[in-house]
């Protein structure tokens, strides 16, 4: 007689194994034709990036910046709204390296009309600081939280349109925490080129280059704030930035020194940069796009811009007042070329050229630009945090090895069962077997990524798959040695056994879920892979073995245990 | 069939020997961690590892000095992998503009010597905040795994089992960590995952002990508690033996097969298996005798 509920168990491995099989179809045979593949799911076991090459990249958004462009947004509309007010300041600027913005007023007797006019029409935006001679406002706490929070989804998404458009396959883009935001792009061939995708702020600007001060003149007080400090050989914000903070005082105080960086075109080295007295004024900017495109004239590619109906309206009125004047294109910061304005340009057109290089890779550039400038800019500089790139060669060693490994390790383990536990051991490596069938056709459901670290993780499995069915053995052979008839003996050691299976393997279980709580990408493949490993080696060495057994003993009514 | 008769060996007796020799291995892996220190890897330090494969075997030498006229500072060059691979690991360690490095180091070999071609396999960098905060959380997790184990077995069993519990899991991580400091390992990302499996997998012999104690000790009242928790070790012995074997099958496969990091993550295995298999018998089951030996003259003083 076989026991009741041996017909249930079968069924239900019996089911496992078949949704297992099905499960892995695809991985397994990754050529199956057509008609016959949609029989199949599509999904393939999900391969991490240490397994199949790719980028990872962590970065920090500058919330400063995000928070001094808020400012600046701010104070541009306050003097615009305050123009025609009798009460209207002298001036209103951001404070620089600040986010407070300060209004110079006209008449003293305006301070209290200026107040109460910012607290009505700012309630919750603006506070006002104490300040003697002028008004000084700054963001609000609250406000400054909701800034900083909204910048950092703004670039979550900024970043996932770039690169939707990029067109990579299966990219993850998380927030995490506060301030940073991770990236990972499986299978990306050209990973410097999707870093600057990523981290490239795209922010356009035409200003208008002060004329009243002569080249020579620029670069002869340029040189010398370069000679004072002791600077990086490069044209980076902050590099700028302490430039023009030397320069205060000896250039008019609306304007600022940006460079052209120019570049050795063949060996893509810096090699210097010319300085540009710009006004700070952005007149038009990237956010007045309508669209941008790659387009070639005489076989050079270049980036032509169409502005909105605003943008037409200002860069028309910008041109037709600045004609014989330098207009700067200013990308991120580095002006990419000055040139002079010979007429109104009515049609809200505008191209932008690119450096040196060959036709590919100039098309390359203009294509990555035009990108960025459709899709928006930044609302702040990205700081990298990690980045770690995997080239695909290194990668299918490492499947190849562990999967020697695997197959290594399971013949060992499977040799020493048997001899050690005859036949019960020959049940105990069929459930091994089956086990690791369980493990991947678990991958494969729930599109779990399989790392290297993973992969490890398997091989661990079939160590201590082992130890569950030893357990109950060892009790059987005591039971036995003890003078009980073999159906006890089976049914004393599964029974003895159990409490010393679940508690250790849940122990093991516990320190896969601290390590996927506090790993991040492979470690956490590995704890996953050790987590479904210990689910499934519970099944098989409590549900599947006891089905060989009971078979062996009720089914084909042998007398003794073979233990 | 096959089984080891008649084996019995007087763990309990010998206790206090094996107990001193345990305290002695932990105390030479704390002094040395703190005298010559971890080796930590990229992930834990910060910086940048470049892995680079060549076309025919290149003298670490002769790279290095290829890179010297670059100022990369304080940098590393080393072969790793096998011999036929020619694989190169270049670790450098923070310095400004970093993350430019990797093309300037690209070009430099390019124009160095004509005859060999390379590929970039592997590129790894860490700024420094995030390194710092990788070995807070690493050592988080390795404490408060402990401590969910703690209470799993204050839990399940008798609460004077879980002190011995955790004793013999800090040994294990110390000793382990010992031994990467002796062998001057890297201790990167995957041995910390290699630690914590450590912990999950060596508590299991503990609990195989365990349980078989907390069965014997109804039936064996009349015997003495140390006669009973001797007698529970041998009688567990050989399942102790097999499962271990069976483990360290695998994972000594693991340290001859696998390279670099998961030969790093092998030896951490072997060592914390062995640790592990010797501290449930011989630290583990002790606590627990001194706790319930000692334990009510302890609470008579406390009052």
């Not at chain 2, 890179?67 to 060059?77: A, I, R």
């Not at chain 2, 959380?137 to 204050?154: D, N």
């Not at chain 2, 074997?245 to 390279?259: A, D, R, S």
Request: charged fraction near 25%; aromatic fraction near 8%.
């Amino acid at each position: 007689m076989i026991t009741k509920n041996w017909r249930t168990k079968t069924l239900l491995t019996v089911a496992l194994t078949l949704l297992s099989l099905y499960f892995l179809v695809p991985t397994l045979f990754p050529e199956t034709p057509g008609g016959l593949a949609r029989l199949f799911p599509a999904k393939v076991i999900r391969l991490g990036l240490d397994l199949r090459g790719g980028i990872y990249v962590e970065v920090e958004v500058e919330l400063e910046d995000a928070l001094k462009n808020r400012s600046d947004l701010i104070s541009s509309e306050i003097k615009r709204l305050l123009e025609k007010e009798p009460f209207a300041p002298q001036a209103v600027e951001r404070v620089p390296e600040s986010t407070e913005i300060e209004l110079t007023l006209k008449n003293d007797s305006d301070r209290e009309r200026i107040s109460s006019w910012v607290r009505e029409n700012y309630a919750n935006v603006l506070a006002e600081k104490r300040a003697e001679k002028t008004v000084l406002l700054d963001l609000t706490e609250k406000f400054a939280d909701q800034t900083k929070d909204m910048a950092v989804r703004q670039a979550l998404e900024t970043i996932r349109h770039r690169i939707d458009r990029y067109g990579v396959a299966e990219p993850t883009i998380v927030r995490l925490g506060a301030n940073r935001i991770s990236v990972e792009l499986p299978g990306m061939t050209d990973p410097e080129r999707a870093l600057k995708l990523i981290k490239t702020a795209g922010w356009l600007e035409f200003r208008l280059v002060d004329e009243t001060v002569p080249d020579e003149e620029v670069r002869r007080r340029v040189a010398e704030a370069l000679a004072s400090l002791q600077l990086p050989e490069d044209y980076k914000a902050e590099t700028v930035e302490a430039i023009n903070s030397k320069l205060k005082g000896k250039i008019p105080a609306d304007d600022e020194i940006l460079f052209e960086a120019q570049y050795d075109p063949v060996t893509k080295r810096l090699t210097g940069g010319i300085p540009y007295l710009l006004k700070r004024k952005a007149d038009v900017t990237g956010d007045m796009l309508k669209s941008a495109n790659v387009d070639v004239d005489n076989n050079e590619p270049y980036v032509s811009l169409s502005f909105n109906n605003t943008g037409t309206r200002l860069f028309a009125a910008l041109t037709a007042a600045n004609v014989g004047k330098r207009l700067a294109i200013v990308l991120d910061g580095n002006v990419s070329k000055a040139p002079v304005i010979k007429s109104e340009i009515p049609s809200g057109n505008a191209q932008i050229t690119l450096g040196y290089g060959d036709y590919a890779s100039l098309h390359q550039e203009a294509t990555d630009l035009a990108l960025v400038l459709r899709e928006g800019a930044l609302p702040a500089r990205l700081k990298e945090l990690t980045k770690t790139v995997v080239g695909p060669s290194l990668g299918q060693d490492s499947i190849r090895r562990g999967v020697r490994v695997s197959l290594v390790a399971a013949l060992l383990i499977i040799v020493f069962m048997a001899l050690y536990y005859r036949l019960s051991g020959m049940m105990a490596n069929i459930a091994l077997l089956l086990n690791i069938l369980l493990v991947l056709g678990a991958l494969a459901i729930f599109q779990a990524t399989l790392t290297l670290p993973g992969i490890a993780g398997i091989v661990l499995t079939i160590g201590m798959a082992v130890d569950a069915n030893v357990l109950i053995f060892e009790r059987m052979r005591e039971e036995l040695r003890a003078g009980r008839a073999a159906k006890n003996a089976l049914q004393a050691g599964y029974a003895n056994a159990m409490s010393a299976i679940l508690d250790s393997n849940i122990t093991t279980f516990l320190s896969g879920v601290v390590l996927y709580q506090f790993g991040t990408g492979p470690i956490r493949g590995f704890a996953v892979t050790l987590m479904i490993g210990i689910v499934t080696t519970l099944f098989t060495a409590i549900v599947v073995t006891r089905i060989f057994q009971e078979w062996v003993l009720y089914g084909l009514k042998r007398e003794r245990l073979s233990v | 069939m096959i089984e080891l008769k008649g084996f019995h060996f007087e763990f309990i007796r010998k206790m206090r020997f094996f107990l001193l020799l345990s305290a002695l291995a932990v105390g030479g892996s704390v002094f040395l961690m703190a005298t010559k220190g971890l080796n930590f890897g990229t992930d834990f330090k910060g910086g940048m590892k470049l892995l680079y494969r060549f076309s025919r075997p290149v003298a670490e030498g002769d790279l290095r000095r290829l890179l010297e006229p670059l100022n990369l500072g304080d940098f590393s060059v080393q072969k790793v992998g096998r011999p036929e691979e020619n694989r190169m690991a270049i670790k450098l360690e923070q310095q400004e503009g970093l993350e430019t490095l990797s093309t300037k180091i690209g070009e430099t070999f390019r124009t160095g010597p004509g005859d060999v071609s390379f590929i970039l396999e592997q590129e790894e960098t860490v700024g420094p905040k995030a390194g710092a905060a990788l070995r807070k959380k690493a050592t988080l997790a390795i404490i408060v795994s402990w401590l969910l184990i703690l209470i799993y077995i204050g839990y399940r069993f008798d609460f004077a089992f879980a002190p011995g519990a955790i004793i013999a899991l800090i040994h294990d991580v110390l000793i382990t960590l010992g031994g990467f400091v002796v062998s001057g390992r890297e201790v990167s990302l995957t041995v910390v995952a290699a630690l914590l499996t450590i912990v999950g997998y060596s508590v299991n012999d503990t609990i195989v002990i365990y349980d078989r104690i907390r069965e014997n000790l109804p039936k064996m009242q009349k015997l003495p508690l140390r006669e009973v928790i001797n007698i529970s070790i041998n009688e567990t012995l050989s399942r102790t033996i097999i499962t271990n074997l069976t483990v360290f099958i695998v994972v000594i496969l693991i340290y001859l097969f696998g390279e670099g990091e998961f030969q790093n993550f092998g030896f951490a295995m072997i060592v914390g298996a062995l640790s592990g298999t010797y501290s449930t018998i011989f630290v583990a089951s002790p606590c627990y005798i001194f706790l319930k030996e000692y334990g009510p003259r302890i609470r008579a003083l406390w009052k």
